[in-house]
């Protein structure tokens, strides 16, 4: 019975995730080497992996500081109210209940060309939608709850009395954060980083839709795999998937190497 | 003095940035998404989500979604029992593979199913000879959507099964419980909320999926065209009122889902 169970567990990884992995891998030679690399070096995908860099850069580091921020002020701030409090937390996590398409909309619908705002923008000759600022809005909106998620749980755990020794005795607020509760809330942000650069990395919905998938202006690696796609450019579309493939993969060691020393900090 | 006046101005400056980015990158969007679907006033609502090909992309989603849930369930909880309680090699490499549609962009898995599942694959062509076609129809679309949401269950349902106590099911067993009996009276009872919140979850992440359905689907009107596909497809022609409107549909669907386990857990852990 036990084998059993063990065996049919194995077959289901292999099939629904190992194989669909082998099968990209392999899909990336079928023209052999120069193949690949023809697909990879194409001007508009290093154009889109270069946007995908930008995009992710940019996002982890605003989301990771104001995710820290209001994890803190969500577990600890004395000037929010515990009803205010109650109600943010649950909103931090509306993004993770809209679909990317609808994301992506909302983006549009406050900041597209012919709205007040964008129109605004838009006569001061700066461009959110269809631009790369949009395309990171969308990024940051669809990223928000990661990092907030990893880092809330730890500050409730380990509490506020060391904090509170730490300003007793006279330190500032930047100092306790640093040498109090920087140390213990270390790995789990280490966490949230890395699904915030995954998630990033892999956003597709909410940046097609505000992007416009324009060639050479704002497409990015994975709208590209989508545009390859439909142009049965199969062999191109593995080469630029195959490298984001890996990249997820090394996220996911990294991941798993973060959660091991998030256990014993 | 002055140095705690200036702290107190940085605290201050803080504080608003972070509420403001808050409140503008989260909040303002989604009221404003519900507020759009209204701008035309409520017959113009009305009549874009009561379009035939709105209802039923709705309809199709609510559909597979529902039948993708359900393989997850089951897949799910054989998988996280098999992963906590019994020790085999290769255990730790199946277990870390668990996140690996997580970390995976949803484009590039719509690209895996489709090279796998293809005419010219040899699942295709053995499906051809049954005598069905599994890409572009909707058995396609269900196995995306297993694919992305297939770590929610087993994630769910890993730290109960970690914490559950052994003396319960020692005493099944002391008194004369057979395996199968102790299994569904002691053991899943223990696991249920784990997979309820886990089904949800998944359910409500199935219903918004879009990256991997859209490569696979085909999106044919009224048979393979899910909700998220149709908003893409309104927001290209510039139908901005029909996508808001099919939109905040789902977004109310899932709000409800999200806010339905949130009360579970911090139910489950205010006993």
Redesign the interface.
């Known amino acids: 019975?036990?084998r059993l169970?063990?065996l049919?567990?194995?077959v289901?990884?292999a099939l629904?995730?190992?194989?669909?992995?082998v099968?990209?891998a392999m899909?990336a030679w079928d023209q052999g080497w120069s193949g690949f690399a023809g697909g990879l070096t194409r001007p508009e995908a290093l154009h889109a992996l270069w946007m995908t860099t930008l995009i992710v850069i940019a996002v982890t580091v605003i989301n990771t500081f104001?995710g820290v921020?209001?994890s803190l002020?969500l577990v600890r701030?004395a000037?929010l109210g515990p009803k205010l409090k109650k109600l943010?937390n649950?909103?931090?996590?509306?993004?993770?209940?809209?679909?990317?398409?609808?994301?992506?909309?909302?983006?549009?619908?406050?900041l597209g060309p012919e709205t007040a705002l964008g129109g605004l923008l838009g006569s001061a000759g700066i461009k959110i939608v269809y631009a790369l600022p949009g395309m990171m809005?969308a990024t940051?909106?669809v990223t928000?709850p990661l990092v907030i998620r990893e880092v809330m749980p730890v500050l409730q755990e380990i509490g506020n009395q060391q904090e509170e020794a730490a300003s007793t005795l006279g330190a500032?607020?930047w100092t306790t954060f640093w040498r109090v509760t920087w140390p213990s809330i270390r790995w789990s942000v280490v966490y949230g980083v890395v699904?915030t650069v995954?998630r990033a990395?892999?956003?597709?919905?909410a940046v097609?839709?505000v992007s416009g998938n324009i060639l050479f202006k704002t497409q990015t690696?994975?709208?590209l795999?989508?545009q390859d796609?439909e142009n049965f450019n199969?062999t191109s579309?593995?080469s630029v998937?195959l490298v984001?493939?890996a990249g997820?993969?090394a996220?996911?060691?990294l991941?798993?190497w973060a959660k091991s020393r998030q256990g014993h900090h | 003095m002055s140095s705690t006046l200036q702290s107190r101005w940085w605290g201050w400056g803080f504080r608003s940035a972070v509420m403001l980015y808050f409140v503008l990158l989260i909040v303002f969007p989604i009221l404003g998404i519900y507020g759009q679907s209204l701008s035309a006033g409520w017959g113009a609502f009305a009549d874009n989500v009561t379009e035939p090909l709105a209802w039923k992309a709705v309809a199709l989603t609510v559909k597979l979604a529902l039948i993708a849930t359900i393989i997850n369930v089951l897949i799910g909880t054989m998988a996280g029992w098999v992963l906590i309680r019994y020790r085999f090699p290769g255990r730790k490499l199946l277990n870390s593979m668990v996140d690996l549609p997580f970390a995976l962009p949803t484009a590039v898995a719509g690209l895996m199913i489709l090279l796998l599942l293809g005419p010219q694959s040899p699942v295709g062509q053995w499906a051809e000879r049954l005598g069905f076609t599994i890409l572009f129809h909707q058995p396609a679309i269900v196995i995306a959507m297993v694919f992305v949401t297939f770590p929610f269950v087993i994630r769910a349902v890993q730290p109960l099964l970690e914490e559950m106590d052994p003396a319960e099911e020692e005493a099944a067993y002391t008194m004369g419980a057979t395996k199968a009996a102790t299994f569904f009276r002691v053991i899943l009872p223990n696991m249920a909320p784990g997979i309820a919140s886990g089904a949800m979850l998944a359910f409500s992440r199935a219903l918004a999926e879009f990256g991997a359905v859209v490569l696979v689907a085909g999106n044919i009107p009224g048979k393979t065209l899910i909700a998220s596909v149709y908003i893409f497809g309104e927001i290209e022609s510039d139908n901005v009122v029909g996508a808001t409107a099919v939109s905040v549909i789902l977004l109310t669907f899932s709000f409800l889902i999200l806010w339905f386990v949130n009360h579970l857990q911090t139910r489950r852990k205010g006993r």
Do not use: H, K, Q
């Not at chain 1, 996590?93 to 679909?99: E, I, N, R, T, Y």
């Open positions: 019975m036990r169970w063990i049919l567990t194995f289901v990884f629904l995730l190992g194989a669909p992995v099968r990209i899909g104001f921020m209001l002020y701030a000037w943010m649950s909103i931090v996590d509306l993004p993770f209940a809209v679909s990317p398409v609808i994301g992506g909309l909302m983006i549009v619908l406050i809005i940051l909106f928000f500032y607020g699904l995954a990395l892999g956003e597709f919905g097609l839709v690696a994975t709208t795999v989508y796609v199969l579309a593995n998937a984001l493939a997820s993969v996220l996911l060691l991941m798993e």
